[in-house]
């Protein structure tokens, strides 16, 4: 038994063996639990100077627009430049926005304009920062083959981010007030920029290239959507992003309206759907092949669906704990697998621009749905705008479903792992 427990925890943590992943898992680890202290912490603020959930929905646009304008030209940045060096030229200008956050919350000169602004930039910064860090990874790990482990093994660290950040937030909140989460962030960035710095890898080789950017950008465009099974898992992964994960916007208003709490009620919701997500991870990370992903995308967004429906109507804390778990493993199972499906399939030298497609449909469709949960749930509830959300959720997935035998037929023209991932 535990023989077989230790070969278990080998296989799960397999992308672990390149000395450059390690140090990329440890530094960004730490910096996560930073992000998302800030991001509970910036929630909280704004609700508890305004109590409006219009607004937390334009904080939410503001921090995830730019993805929506900038990815595609990411994309080819990822394809054409040092990954390495635009990573740390993104970790830094992340750190110092945290820092300003913290000084202005401090200080007390903090605005509500002055909050959107930070947000816009802070978006601009991962829309290029994330098609280029998914990119990286196969750089890392070095083996192809080994590429999903890491891409789960990335979503892992994320979520034990996810469960932790909050929690602390949230006492601190309680204790001392917002700005010290914000300056906390801030200093975590040096773990992430310490473990890019210390990678040892090859001497970039520029590629010289004479085709314009646009026309770039077009390539991936095409390449994307003639390929079907790549084409259906981004629109079902978009239209869950738009109309599904904005519900995180809303948790300030559950915690404290729905289920009369404060700001720690606040961070144990989050971190219950980090629970989900952190169990989803584990669950891909365990896997030592990426077969019948095809099946697994649309059924955890089916699942995530169902979860925001059941949310949308409990009124206890424990229920709703529960719940969160069910979302956060049905939709962070979803992303990851979306994800591992694409990198296993796509072609090396497209990887960047398809990535940031991938971007695109998972970051850079939630901004409208921000604004239009932000709206409805002025309008007509929160729990029925979930409710909604949650319906819109199911019949995507069982779209795909019915879309499957199409998908399947157009992979049997393509690379066997195609159909290793569909069947």
Request: hydrophobic fraction near 55%; proline fraction near 3%; glycine fraction near 8%.
């Amino acid at each position: 038994m535990v023989r077989k427990i230790s070969s278990n925890f080998k296989a799960t943590f397999r992308g672990l063996r390149f000395r450059n992943f390690r140090l990329f898992f440890v530094g960004q680890s730490i910096s996560l639990v930073g992000t998302w202290m800030q991001s509970l912490a910036m929630g909280w603020l704004v609700y508890r100077l305004t109590h409006s959930a219009i607004l937390l929905g334009v904080v939410g646009f503001a921090s995830q627009i730019p993805a929506f304008i900038i990815a595609p030209f990411s994309g080819v940045l990822a394809d054409r430049a040092n990954r390495r060096r635009v990573l740390i030229i993104t970790q830094t200008c992340s750190m110092v926005q945290a820092f300003i956050l913290g000084y202005l919350t401090l200080t007390h000169q903090l605005e509500i304009w002055q909050v959107v602004v930070l947000a816009l930039f802070m978006g601009c910064v991962n829309a290029v920062d994330i098609p280029v860090r998914h990119s990286f990874l196969l750089e890392m790990v070095e083996k192809k083959e080994l590429l999903g482990n890491a891409i789960a093994l990335n979503s892992l660290m994320f979520n034990v981010a996810k469960l932790i950040g909050p929690s602390i937030a949230g006492i601190i909140i309680a204790l001392v007030g917002e700005g010290i989460c914000f300056v906390l962030n801030g200093i975590s960035y040096i773990a992430v920029l310490w473990s890019l710095f210390a990678m040892r890898l090859p001497p970039f080789s520029k590629k010289a290239t004479t085709i314009p950017v646009w026309q770039s950008m077009k390539d991936g465009f095409s390449y994307a959507y003639n390929h079907l099974p790549i084409r259906a898992v981004l629109i079902l992964l978009a239209v869950v992003s738009c109309v599904g994960l904005p519900y995180a916007v809303l948790m300030p208003v559950f915690a404290k309206d729905v289920l009369h709490g404060d700001s720690q009620t606040l961070g144990f919701l989050v971190g219950a759907a980090g629970i989900g997500a952190l169990s989803g991870t584990i669950f891909l990370a365990s896997r030592k092949e990426a077969v019948r992903l095809g099946r697994m995308i649309p059924l955890c967004a089916l699942l995530f669906g169902i979860g925001l429906i059941l949310f949308s109507f409990s009124r206890q804390m424990v229920w709703s704990f529960g719940i969160l778990v069910l979302c956060g493993f049905g939709a962070m199972v979803q992303m990851a697998a979306s994800n591992t499906f694409i990198q296993t399939i796509v072609d090396d030298d497209k990887r960047g621009r398809v990535m940031s497609l991938y971007t695109l449909s998972f970051m850079g469709t939630v901004p409208l749905g921000n604004l239009l949960t932000g709206y409805f749930a002025s309008r007509m509830g929160a729990g029925n705008t979930l409710a909604f959300s949650g319906i819109v959720c199911i019949v995507s997935a069982l779209a795909f479903m019915v879309w499957m035998p199409a998908i399947r037929k157009a992979a049997t023209f393509l690379p066997q792992n195609y159909e290793d991932c569909l069947n």
